[in-house]
C-alpha cells in the first residue's frame, strides 16, 4: 500500500523556525513536492524533491532522503500569512497522480 | 505557471439532483486530468483520472456511476455527481500538468480553485 505521514498539527511563533517532517511508503518514486494550502483555497506549490538533499527557496527549505523515506520542510523568518496547512506529496509511479498525505495544519503565532 | 481554472466556485443543491463541475485548462492543453476531493481538516483524496477521448480511471471506492467524468477535448474536463446526497458534501478539486512546460520535467501539478459542494 502507499502510506504518507506528517504530523497533524505545530505551532510557532513570528520569526522563528519550524520543521514539518513526512515519512513515505510509495509503490515506487518519482518525486517529493510540498504544498502550502490556505483554508477554502487550492494547493499552491511549494518545493520539489528528486534527488537527496536540500533544496533551498528563499525562506523556505526542502530536505529528501530517499533511502529513508523521509522529507522535511523547513520554514524560516516564520510570519503570520505562513499560518496554513503544509500537503507532503509523493509521485509513485512516473505519470500518474500525486498522492498526498494528510497535511500539517501550522499556526504561527505573534 | 499553468491556469487551471475550476466553475462554480460554490454550490448548493438538494439532495437527489446532480451537479456539473468543470475544469479547463486555460493556457495548455491537458490529455490528463486528476479529480481530487478534500473533507474539511483532511488532505486531497484521488477521486478519479480523467483521460481526453476515453474512459476515466477511477480509484477504489469511488463510485463511477455516482461520480461521472467527461473529457471530451484537450482543455476541458468535467465531473458531475449524480444524485447528490449530503455525505457528498466535499471541495472538489482538479489538477493537470503542463506537459509543455519544464514543470513537466517534475511532474508538478496545477490546480484549479477548487469547487465546495454543498448538498441540503
Known amino acids: 500500500g502507499q502510506n504518507i505521514d506528517q504530523p497533524t498539527e505545530m505551532t510557532a511563533t513570528e520569526g522563528a523556525i519550524v520543521q514539518i517532517n513526512c515519512t513515505y511508503q510509495?509503490?515506487?518514486?518519482?518525486?517529493l513536492f510540498w504544498y502550502q494550502q490556505h483554508a477554502g483555497e487550492a494547493p499552491t506549490f511549494l518545493s520539489y524533491?528528486?534527488?537527496?538533499g536540500l533544496e533551498e527557496k528563499g525562506r523556505f527549505s526542502s530536505f529528501l532522503s530517499r533511502s529513508k523515506g523521509y522529507s522535511y520542510l523547513l520554514l524560516k523568518e516564520l510570519q503570520m500569512k505562513d499560518s496554513a496547512s503544509y500537503l507532503c506529496?509523493?509521485?509513485?509511479?512516473?505519470?500518474?497522480?500525486?498522492?498526498f498525505g494528510k497535511g500539517t495544519t501550522l499556526s504561527v503565532s505573534s | 505557471g499553468a491556469v487551471v481554472s475550476q466553475h462554480p466556485s460554490w454550490v448548493i443543491c438538494k439532495s437527489g439532483t446532480s451537479v456539473k463541475i468543470e475544469c479547463r485548462s486555460l493556457d495548455f492543453q491537458a490529455t490528463t486530468m486528476f479529480w481530487y476531493r478534500q473533507f474539511p481538516k483532511q488532505s486531497l483524496m484521488l477521486m478519479a483520472t480523467s483521460n481526453e477521448g476515453s474512459k476515466a480511471t477511477y480509484e477504489q471506492g469511488v463510485e463511477k456511476d455516482k461520480f461521472l467524468i467527461n473529457h471530451a477535448s484537450l482543455t476541458l474536463s468535467t465531473l458531475t455527481v449524480t444524485s447528490a446526497h449530503p455525505e457528498d458534501s466535499s471541495f472538489y478539486i482538479c489538477?493537470?500538468?503542463?506537459?509543455?512546460?519544464?514543470?513537466?520535467?517534475?511532474?508538478?501539478?496545477?490546480f484549479g480553485e477548487g469547487s465546495r459542494l454543498t448538498v441540503l
Open positions: 489538477s493537470a500538468r503542463d506537459l509543455g512546460a519544464s514543470s513537466a520535467n517534475t511532474g508538478e501539478l496545477f
Open positions: 506529496a509523493v509521485i509513485g509511479q512516473a505519470g500518474t497522480a500525486l498522492i
Open positions: 524533491n528528486v534527488l537527496d
Open positions: 510509495t509503490s515506487g518514486f518519482n518525486g
